[in-house]
């Protein structure tokens, strides 16, 4: 089983910047794919990045060129650097695991991840 735990989540104002974390526990972390989604409320929880375990990391367009996906694989641990944070980017951020998946695969869906954090509240205000 694999535990998830993120944190870094926090009140800004826009235009700030932020990091968050999330740590890994119980499997191969350096196989996983590894992924960010959020959660604003009253909708659906959205696709923000993603990471292959060999890296090629790929962005949701409403955060391309101000998010960045990297990882640790020493310290099992996932970032996401989120740059010139905007008030449409608050949400409950999470992050999610998937154990196999084909190297080609563009894992952009919620429910194509098997393993997922508690998350971690994201507040810009303008």
């Known amino acids: 089983q694999v535990q998830l735990v993120e944190s870094g989540g926090g009140l800004v104002q826009a235009g700030d910047s932020l990091r968050l974390s999330c740590a890994a526990s119980?499997?191969?972390?350096?196989?996983?794919?590894m992924g960010w989604f959020r959660q604003a409320p009253g909708k659906e929880r959205e696709f923000v990045a993603f990471?292959?375990?060999?890296?090629?990391?790929y962005y949701a367009d409403s955060v391309k060129g101000r998010f960045t996906i990297s990882r640790d694989n020493a310290k099992n641990t996932v970032f996401l650097q989120m740059n010139s944070l905007k008030p449409e980017d608050t949400a409950v951020y999470y992050c999610?695991?998937?154990?196999?998946?084909?190297?080609?695969?563009?894992?952009?869906?919620?429910?194509?991840?098997?393993?997922w954090g508690q998350g971690t509240q994201v507040t810009v205000s303008s």
């Open positions: 119980g499997g191969t972390f350096s196989l996983y794919a």
């Open positions: 990471s292959r375990s060999s890296g090629n990391p």
């Open positions: 999610a695991a998937r154990q196999y998946y084909r190297e080609s695969a563009l894992l952009l869906q919620w429910y194509e991840y098997d393993y």
